[in-house]
């Protein structure tokens, strides 16, 4: 079955510096791959998402995600980070239903930013 | 705003009673699916819809919990006999079937707490 780790619980980082958030994840073949974030009250809105190709993928308010498969990997990076980063952040896989072929998305337990000023 | 929306927000409900929520998925979006997060962890899948057809149901979901979508627009997700491990957030999202088969946009989801 396949699963998600996010080793970090808790990141606590000053404004302005780089951010780095890991994800590793299990699965038996090419994943779909794909890290939310969530703010206090809200839902989960998507940052960026990998499905093939370059594996150096672009998302929304400057992050960005490099794939590794050697290393099962799909980290979360930021070069500056702002104040209002601050949130929780879900990496997450899309998997298939074993029976149906369908797939659902299978979260890590998330990593919470802190920004210090 | 056309993003995905559910209500209530917040429900507070005593032990053993019956609590219903409902979702409305973003208009031209045929899937919808319903998750559980509770706290410290991420969202665990309950239930998948494809327009009114229920066709994954996770082993989460006991025969406490229904969830329907009759007209393939809104779904509803309800709990029977409420227990106190029901407390969570219940969030809900939907997806195009014209896009990448897993971008699901997610509502704000209902908090459920149980006396």
């Known amino acids: 079955a396949q699963s998600v780790t996010q080793p970090d619980i808790h990141i606590t980082v000053s404004e302005g510096a780089s951010l780095e958030l890991r994800c590793n994840y299990s699965?038996?073949?090419?994943?779909?791959l794909f890290w939310y974030v969530q703010s206090p009250g809200q839902g989960l809105q998507l940052l960026l998402k990998?499905?093939?190709?370059?594996?150096l993928v672009q998302g929304i308010k400057g992050f960005e995600a490099e794939f590794k498969r050697s290393q099962s990997s799909f980290n979360l990076r930021k070069p500056s980070v702002h104040w209002s980063d601050a949130a929780e952040y879900f990496c997450?896989?899309?998997?298939?239903?074993?029976?149906?072929?369908?797939?659902?998305?299978?979260f890590g337990s998330g990593t919470r930013l802190q920004v210090q000023p | 705003d056309t993003g995905v929306s559910q209500d209530p927000r917040h429900k507070i409900t005593k032990r053993g009673q019956n609590v219903t929520f409902r979702c409305d998925p973003i208009?031209?979006?045929?899937?919808l699916y319903w998750y559980r997060q509770t706290l410290g962890q991420g969202p665990e899948f309950l239930t998948y819809f494809q327009n009114e057809a229920q066709l994954e149901k996770s082993r989460l979901l006991s025969d406490r919990f229904s969830a329907e979508r009759p007209k393939g627009s809104f779904s509803t997700l309800e709990i029977q006999r409420t227990e106190q491990g029901d407390s969570a957030m219940y969030l809900c999202?939907?997806?195009?079937?014209?896009?990448?088969?897993?971008?699901?946009?997610f509502g704000p989801g209902t908090r459920l707490t149980v006396l």
């Open positions: 699965y038996g073949a090419t994943p779909y």
């Open positions: 999202a939907s997806s195009s079937q014209q896009g990448p088969e897993n971008e699901q946009f």
């Open positions: 990998y499905f093939s190709g370059d594996t």
């Open positions: 997450a896989v899309g998997a298939l239903f074993k029976d149906t072929g369908r797939r659902a998305l299978t």
């Open positions: 208009s031209e979006h045929n899937r």
